[in-house]
């Protein structure tokens, strides 16, 4: 009686909590996306959806981070396009290799986080999101018109692109003939982002978030530098949509200020971890395998309507944040649960089925 | 011995001046009752030492250091706690989970903050409720569930907002209890109350703020035989 109370508590908190829908669920998972690349050799197109979808995931997931500390960020983009501009300037006209120009692109990117993070410390809600979108926005409208920035070409609104070495077979210098390692490197860095995610929502730093997105007065109240803990998050997801953006820059080789730097590639990350549950480990992984792919179909049976993406994207975010603000994360995971303890107790559960 | 001093403090906001060169000491270990009417500048004066409004004007001192202008998060630091009017429980977390992040100001690391965590819930009775989330608490599990986020902190001072406000008689006897058992531990407590019966039985000391100002100061029996506090708040019944 009493080990059924305990077990009942536990799938209580389980429930509660931000806990993987378990090892099972995960496993299968990883070992499929191992497996596709390998099933799909001869079919580069989709290797190239999943290498995308792995790359607005793990955009998501890092944008989440902020999410999580309880604060809206609409500019990520701006991080996006610095580390990938940045990664592409120092290879294409300095030499650099990008496999080290990338950590260059990553500090700017912490950097131009610091910038606007520190003054907007003190906003809340709408406001510091409203802040970020006006920095993402003046740091387009900059490079738009910017030709030369001392010796550096940044091209104005024109394409920027990277010399390929050796027709595009340089493993050396982050260039590869086929999609596959493209394909290995974005899994590790979203399989890396949401276990990091994972990790720092258990930790300390998690039950702060918790807190602080709460109610951040009572926060303070308990000893938490609000201001000082959501700047350290903001710091830490600006870096690593930094290193998002190097991949970008690496993987499409052609960078202009709408493809890295545009708000509507800012409301795209904010969709997909709004959609998938912004203040959630896994909601914004989720978010990127459900609309990265409608997001590629939509471009390519719709793509010759004018502005229709965006429209849709505005409108999903609408109704997501009007009637299911908490995305689709609880629902995925309960149904992954549902599945795993399916397959976990089929005995149990055939016991059951007669009385249906 | 003084543990807080409140020197000279003014607070105005706007053209309403909130706190008029108030002075207020708290003793170390005692249990001061706060009374007054709404807008005496109760809750003001609460908000000025925890750090969450700047006075314009005076000092507050706790434990010989001047800690006037804090953060808040520096003046929880220093060992102040306090609890809200209107409760602020993390709704998202477990009853556990809340007292877990008041444990970590003075924890090294996750295991000894839920350490403290649990010692505070069992001293305040809430044990049973751990796994709860906070948003499925009752109003007066919400307040005890304040109280022990606060004292999870170390806090040497606990500010109390109405502690009382919502509860029944029962529940009321029930949280003069807990809160004796708190001041045995050498907590010192500052109680805004509205309820003069609690007021008496709980607080051996006694302030009647008004419009910002002292009224009346001393045990609950001198406060409620005085004129001025009987025109300014008690009423004619206390009078008798």
């Given amino acids: 009686m009493k080990q059924g109370a305990g077990m009942e508590a536990s799938a209580e908190r389980l429930k509660r909590r931000q806990i993987p829908p378990g090892c099972i669920a995960l496993a299968v998972l990883l070992i499929v996306l191992m497996i596709i690349p390998f099933v799909l050799k001869e079919r580069p197109y989709y290797v190239h959806i999943f290498i995308t979808i792995f790359l607005w995931s793990y955009l998501a997931t890092a944008w989440g981070l902020v999410g999580q500390s309880g604060q809206l960020s609409f500019g990520h983009a701006a991080f996006m396009g610095v580390a990938a501009y940045t990664t592409g300037v120092l290879f294409g006209q300095f030499g650099i290799n990008p496999w080290l120009g990338m950590w260059v692109g990553v500090i700017l ?14 906003l809340r809600g709408v406001y510091f999101a409203l802040a970020t979108f006006a920095f993402a926005f003046i740091l387009q409208m900059f490079v738009r018109n910017t030709l030369y ?3 550096v070409y940044i091209g104005a609104g024109a394409f920027l692109s990277i010399p390929q070495v050796s027709g595009g077979n340089a493993p050396g210098v982050f260039q590869f003939a086929s999609k596959t390692p493209y394909y290995f490197i974005a899994l590790v860095m979203l399989a890396g982002v949401v276990s990091l995610s994972y990790l720092l929502n258990r930790s300390r730093l998690g039950y702060y978030w918790r807190a602080m997105r709460s109610d951040p007065d009572a926060a303070e109240s308990l000893g938490i530098n609000v201001g000082k803990y959501r700047l350290i998050t903001f710091l830490v997801s600006c870096a690593l949509t930094g290193l998002g953006g190097a991949f970008f820059m690496q993987y499409f080789r052609f960078i202009n200020p709408v493809r890295a730097l545009d708000v ?19 909601g914004p992984m989720i978010g990127g395998f459900i609309i990265t792919p409608i997001a590629e179909l939509l471009r390519l ?15 999903v975010l609408m109704v997501f944040i009007l009637y299911m603000p908490r995305g689709l994360n609880g629902p995925v995971l309960r149904g992954v649960r549902w599945i795993e303890a399916k397959l976990r107790r089929p005995a149990e559960s055939g016991k059951h089925k007669p009385r249906r | ?17 909130a706190l008029r060169d108030l002075d207020v000491r708290v003793d170390e270990g005692e249990i001061l009752g706060l009374i007054g009417p709404n807008g005496a500048g109760k809750t003001t004066l609460f908000n000025i030492v925890v750090g969450y409004y700047k006075p314009d004007g005076g000092q507050v001192v706790f434990q010989d250091h001047d800690i006037t202008g804090l953060k808040p998060y520096d003046v929880c630091l220093r060992g102040i706690g306090r609890t809200f009017q209107t409760t602020k429980p993390f709704l998202d977390s477990s009853v556990l989970e809340n007292v877990v992040i008041g444990g970590f100001i003075r924890a090294h690391g996750t295991a000894e903050a839920r350490r403290i965590a649990l ?27 304040e109280m022990a986020r606060a004292l999870a902190t170390g806090a040497q001072l606990l500010l109390l907002d109405e502690p009382m406000a919502g509860l029944t008689p029962s529940e009321k006897a029930h949280t003069v ?36 100002q002292k009224l009346v100061e001393g045990t609950p029996q001198e406060v409620s035989s005085d004129p001025r506090a009987i025109t300014a708040y008690l009423g004619e019944e206390y009078g008798a």
């Fill in chain 1, 109 to 122: 990117a912490t950097i131009g986080g610091l910038i606007i993070g520190y003054p907007s410390l003190r």
């Fill in chain 1, 149 to 151: 920035l001392g010796p």
């Fill in chain 1, 264 to 282: 509507t590639q800012s409301i795209r990350i904010a969709l997909i971890g709004i959609v998938g549950g912004w203040q959630s480990v896994f």
């Fill in chain 1, 301 to 315: 049976h719709l793509g010759r309507v004018p502005a229709l993406s965006p429209i849709i994207y505005g409108m």
């Fill in chain 2, 1 to 17: 011995m003084a543990i807080l001093e409140v020197r000279k403090v003014t607070k105005r906001f706007g053209g309403l001046v």
């Fill in chain 2, 119 to 145: 010692d505070t819930l069992d001293m305040l009775e809430l044990s049973e409720r751990a796994e709860s989330l906070a948003s499925e608490l009752t109003v007066p599990d919400r307040k005890r569930l």
């Fill in chain 2, 177 to 212: 209890d807990l809160l004796r058992k708190v001041s045995g531990d050498g907590i010192t407590l500052v109680i805004v109350e509205h309820d003069m019966k609690v007021v008496m039985t709980l607080c051996p000391r006694v302030i009647l703020m008004d419009r910002g």
